[in-house]
């Protein structure tokens, strides 16, 4: 006698229905969790944590490196950050003769995902060549043209079209000459800076120069020029004198008015050049203008961790704009 083949109740069709969007919703949250664990593997963007597989295989780390730069080479630094990149960078521009180098801003950028690089103007620390205005803004243009050259930009993890330009003081004029001259840089921040063209009077007449070249002179020299090499403060004010049309910050409001800019100024007696520059940037029509004050002295010394999470604050939206 033959078997009779078993027969089954045909599944009702809303239970197929169900057990299938009980299937798709596990497949999307399994797709899901997949993209999320490829994406921490290879984030780059500020605000996103690098998973520990990439900080092993893309640790944060240091490169020392000499510049070419008209005929010299510029001592640099640069801190690259965890993860496999590319990050965006920071070029951190220091002031005159350069004491106060900001290289804890460096390590909190570092941190927040930022590659930095810091080097020395021709004469100034050791950098071989004479330290001169013009010279130094060469050597800013020079520093960006290096970062972008591919080789340099993979070795160090960064993305060439990411580059925003920190200033201190007289890095503050470094960083509006170089920023207003070189449309690709992303933004700028200025800390304190100083418009040191800009204290030329520009009615200043022939007759007035001696004695202007003096004041102004013993003004730079107080600062402390041991660390800068082949130039005299007197040499530097005639530099100012004949180049401050086209140095001081109003001639290159233009050049920035499209980009974000961020104003920090201090109670060093360097806030009004801050304002005013921020003042004819807006009037300018430069709607990504920001400032912020701080009661401290030049070199922020009571304020360093305020003074960072602004400045990280900033630079994370000028990214994100």
């Not at 001169?132 to 060469?138: C, L």
């Not at 200043?204 to 013993?218: G, V």
């Amino acid at each position: 006698m033959v078997d009779k083949p078993e027969t089954f109740d045909i599944i009702p069709s809303h239970f197929c229905l169900t057990q299938a969007l009980v299937l798709l919703s596990l497949l999307m949250k399994l797709i899901a969790a997949s993209v999320l664990f490829i994406a921490a593997l290879v984030t780059f963007s500020i605000g996103q944590t690098t998973s520990p597989a990439a900080k092993k295989l893309f640790p944060a780390a240091s490169d020392t490196f000499q510049i070419p730069s008209h005929g010299s080479l510029l001592n640099a630094l640069a801190y690259i950050a965890d993860g496999p990149g590319p990050h965006p960078v920071v070029v951190l521009l220091h002031g005159f003769p350069g004491n106060e180098k900001n290289l804890d801003l460096a390590q909190d950028m570092r941190r927040a995902g930022w590659d930095v690089l810091y080097f020395n103007y021709r004469g100034a620390w050791g950098t071989s060549g004479n330290f001169s205005f013009g010279n130094s803004i060469e050597d800013v243009a020079s520093a960006v043209a290096y970062l972008r050259q591919p080789e340099n930009a993979k070795r160090l993890r960064l993305d060439p079209k990411r580059v925003v330009l920190v200033g201190h003081s007289m890095g503050g004029f470094m960083a509006v000459d170089a920023g207003a001259a070189d449309q690709s840089i992303l933004g700028v921040a200025l800390i304190s800076a100083a418009d040191m063209p800009g204290r030329v009077p520009q009615t200043l007449s022939k007759a007035d120069e001696p004695a202007f070249i003096k004041r102004y002179a013993a003004a730079l020299a107080e600062e402390g020029m041991a660390p800068l090499a082949g130039c005299t403060p007197e040499g530097l004010v005639r530099e100012l004198i004949d180049n401050n049309a086209r140095w001081r910050f109003s001639a290159n409001v233009d050049g920035l008015k499209t980009r974000p800019v961020f104003v920090i100024t201090s109670d060093d007696g360097l806030a009004k050049m801050g304002d005013d520059f921020a003042a004819s940037l807006q009037k300018a029509g430069d709607t990504h203008v920001t400032t912020a004050h701080f009661a401290t002295d030049h070199s922020y010394n009571d304020k360093r961790l305020e003074l960072s999470a602004a400045l990280l604050k900033r630079l994370d939206s000028i990214i994100a704009k």
